[in-house]
């Protein structure tokens, strides 16, 4: 099986910075991507930063552009999201998501971590 496990949420305020790890773990044969989503309260969950294989990130969430920058450990098998110039707005609970293959010549699946909660307040 695949283990996904994220830290570094928190509280912080306005203005303020974080750094969120995500690590992925187990019976890994490829990594195909692996993204970062989001879920507000009464709002449904968002794509807002994704990096593949060869290390091309997307940010499909525009208002997270210019502040937050994916990047990865391969040797880690690791993510991390920077978070900079954090807003009120940006409060939710942040999931990543891996894309792997567990053997060779298997199709790649969905694995998800448990969240982790981010709270941006004064």
């Known amino acids: 099986q695949v283990q996904v496990v994220e830290s570094g949420g928190g509280l912080v305020q306005p203005g303020g910075s974080l750094r969120l790890s995500c690590t992925a773990s187990?019976?890994?044969?490829?990594?195909?991507?692996m993204g970062w989503f989001r879920q507000a309260p009464g709002k449904q969950r968002e794509l807002i930063a994704v990096i593949d294989s060869t290390g091309v990130t997307n940010y499909p969430d525009s208002s997270v552009k210019g502040r937050f920058t994916i990047s990865r450990d391969n040797a880690k098998s690791t993510v991390l999201l920077q978070m900079t110039s954090l807003k009120p707005e940006d409060t939710a609970v942040y999931y990543c998501?891996?894309?792997?293959?567990?053997?060779?010549?298997?199709?790649?699946?969905?694995?998800w971590g448990q969240g982790t909660q981010v709270t941006v307040s004064s």
């Open positions: 187990g019976s890994i044969h490829l990594f195909y991507a």
């Open positions: 998501r891996a894309v792997v293959s567990t053997s060779q010549g298997s199709e790649p699946n969905e694995y």
